[in-house]
């Protein structure tokens, strides 16, 4: 089985900073791109950035410049940086990776439970 948890939401006020983090565990052969997602109450999930597996990183529009994504592979984890923090990034962040298992020929992908980040004063 394999599985994704992450840590590292919380309140914070606006212009803070928090670090999230997701660790892939379980029955691994290697973990192709990792990322992160938020929903916010009443609207859609929606990408926030995006990290392949050599380090190459995509951001949406509204965190770059904020938001830093990176992951250690050696750990199976992924980490999001965000400072600068807003109301509006409120949400529920969700970390997801495209994982190859143990005995599989094909990658899938997981999604861990989310963490709650709350930005208010």
């Known amino acids: 089985q394999v599985q994704l948890v992450e840590s590292g939401g919380g309140l914070v006020q606006p212009g803070g900073s928090l670090r999230l983090s997701c660790v892939a565990s379980g029955s691994i052969w290697g973990i192709n791109a990792m990322g992160w997602y938020r929903q916010a109450p009443g609207k859609q999930r929606e990408l926030v950035a995006t990290v392949t597996s050599s380090g190459s990183t995509n951001y949406a529009e509204f965190v770059k410049g904020r938001f830093i994504i990176s992951r250690d592979n050696a750990k199976n984890t992924v980490y999001l940086q965000m400072n600068s923090l807003k109301s509006e990034d409120t949400a529920v962040y969700c970390c997801?990776?495209?994982?190859?298992?143990?005995?599989?020929?094909?990658?899938?992908?997981?999604w861990g439970q989310g963490t709650q980040v709350t930005v208010s004063s």
């Open positions: 997801n990776a495209d994982i190859i298992p143990r005995n599989r020929w094909s990658s899938y992908t997981y």
